[in-house]
């Protein structure tokens, strides 16, 4: 399995930006799909997760209400729209796919390479 991430950039606070993980396998759909970010000198840390349907999804309550992740299996996509941006959101970004149910914050055994999003005030 090997993923993808792109999307990142340079946006202004209040900003929006939407992140996309392209995963190659015939099995996408098998996997809950996660999102991390990790700023400079810190330790990655978890922002969302969807489960293998799309239907049920997870956030920690530092995005909860701004960030939005979701899937097409069609497509072997997942996405993270991220509204209202902040400063302190500013990170590499990671897509990650795991073989657990539902929505996991830890446990992912697949990542992809990182996208950076950097938001000025």
């Known amino acids: 399995v090997q993923l993808q991430a792109s999307g990142g950039g340079l946006v202004q606070t209040g900003g929006s930006l939407r992140l996309s993980c392209a995963v190659s396998g015939r099995t996408f759909s098998s996997y809950a799909m996660g999102w991390f970010r990790q700023a400079p000198g810190k330790e990655r840390v978890f922002v969302a997760a969807?489960?293998?349907?799309?239907?049920?999804?997870y956030y920690p309550h530092s995005v909860k209400g701004r960030f939005t992740t979701s899937r097409d299996n069609a497509k072997n996509m997942a996405y993270l729209q991220m509204n209202s941006l902040k400063p302190e959101d500013t990170a590499v970004y990671y897509c990650?796919?795991?073989?657990?149910?539902?929505?996991?914050?830890?446990?992912?055994?697949?990542w992809g390479q990182g996208t950076l999003v950097t938001v000025s005030s």
């Open positions: 990650a796919a795991s073989t657990l149910g539902g929505t996991p914050t830890i446990g992912y055994e697949y």
């Open positions: 969807i489960n293998w349907s799309g239907g049920t999804t």
